[in-house]
């Protein structure tokens, strides 16, 4: 398990780092990025949230516009962002932004040519934990968030592994991925077009039928435009009333999509895992 | 004066927004970003920081990551943001990412072939407020800061013209550009070689010299990269205790000339400027 490191910068008292490291479960080398609170310094171990990005992004979109260091700081908890797919030039891709490299849907792909390296979903809940827990001053305290197709995989590695979070949060997610053109057209390819193989990897499916239940919080503009084709959290809502999961779910009228509504509410977010994670 | 609205985004309650004007002065379109706090929306005029970027940079880097909107939405300050040079296929260019496009140097060149579009300084001291103040609810109470480039170009629209200005401050100025590798390639292409075209342009002979005195601060990451050979902020240090100018500099151990040294401080920047536009 070594892993280089790429960058440093300081940032609110504490560091911002990227690295490169071989993933075992995704067959290729991976870069994360880590943000590491002043509280590290001084030895002390803090809690990780583990945050995902949308369709697109890399490690650094929410490291550079989120806004999140200075409550880290604050707070004492560590971030980490992994990337959101397998990544290089042996790596399938796909022409569309919404398939293949910057598109792994946190899935276990199980088709050619996705399932040689497309295992986000591994990658996320053991391989890089067990990294990031040998390699820097943290706890095991976990927290995961993300946002729109990684909000869909916070909540769906919290839902069914509610052992290893003490709570989930996500910015207008992709709630019920089995019922819209984004994960339709994701799950189609890494899953196949047998859609009960579809249904552990949608949050409003596993939420209707949660039984352990880890806290979670949602926030939806409601201007993002893909609200209605995309997101859909009325679906998300309704599976919570169903089974009465503590969901928390606020709506922002003239917030859409972009990293402005994050930066907006990211320290509410924060505080809400804080709780759970401090206790 | 008629401008075209590109984009909008609710940010902290408040707007951030892009425009796109044909400007005057630089004899192009010219794209420039506002960020509007909540208070406008009740009709309420606010003052104005201008925000000048350094190499590279468009209106977007500081409006995505410096953190500003939530402070500036607590204070009812709006920030503006223009582009780093004149821009388009019209315009002169230099193959280095230090002359030309994305590198104006916020002069007025009087060197072919730059002199048809390079005149930042007057596009910043006067085009783009008399627009701003035609269409936008704020005052005429200004403020001005920036980066790098853009921390020289701050510090020398205040100098010279203190009564434009309630403040000013900088992240990483290019201070003494007269004497470093930067400012020297830049103000022989824009400006010629006769050296003493120069000291109008240079915020420590400006300093030295300075009778009306607008606030100042600066701050400077004693990590970053190019304090030594570029930056020279002792010049800036040493003509302020010549002069007796309300300069207030200061070092920051292990931080660097990145946009997290700017989101570290911004706060304490912007708080800064807020006891002045507020009088």
Redesign the interface.
């Known amino acids: 398990m070594s892993i280089e490191n790429l960058s440093s910068?300081?940032?609110?008292?504490g560091w911002?780092k990227q690295y490169r490291h071989h993933a075992g479960t995704l067959n290729c080398p991976m870069r994360f990025a880590i943000y590491l609170p002043p509280q590290t310094a001084q030895g002390e171990k803090v809690p990780v949230l583990y945050w995902l990005s949308g369709l697109t992004c890399t490690d650094e979109n929410f490291m550079?516009?989120a806004?999140a260091?200075?409550i880290a700081a604050e707070l004492g908890i560590a971030i980490v962002a992994p990337d959101t797919s397998p990544r290089g030039k042996a790596v399938a891709d796909d022409e569309g932004y919404d398939l293949g490299q910057g598109a792994g849907f946190y899935v276990n792909a199980t088709q050619a040519p996705w399932n040689r390296h497309y295992h986000m979903y591994d990658y996320v809940l053991q391989e890089l934990p067990q990294l990031i827990e040998a390699s820097f001053p943290v706890s095991d305290k976990r927290a995961i968030a993300g946002h729109s197709m990684g909000g869909h995989g916070a909540l769906v590695l919290a839902l069914r592994n509610p052992e290893r979070y003490t709570s989930v949060s996500a910015f207008s997610p992709i709630a019920n991925p089995v019922d819209c053109p984004w994960g339709q057209k994701a799950f189609s390819a890494y899953l196949g077009e047998d859609t009960s193989k579809w249904k552990d990897y949608d949050a409003s499916l596993l939420m209707r039928s949660a039984t352990a239940k880890v806290p979670a919080r949602v926030d939806i503009?409601e201007?993002d435009e893909f609200l209605h084709e995309q997101l859909k959290p009325q679906a998300l809502e309704a599976a919570a009333e169903a089974s009465g999961y503590p969901l928390q779910l606020n709506r922002h009228p003239?917030?859409?999509h972009?990293?402005?509504?994050i930066?907006?509410f990211i320290e509410q977010q924060l505080r809400f895992h804080a709780l759970y994670l401090e206790q």
Chains 1, 2 share one sequence.
């Open positions: 910068h300081k940032s609110f008292d911002h550079q516009k806004g260091h200075r503009g201007a003239g917030y859409d972009s990293y402005y509504f930066a907006s």
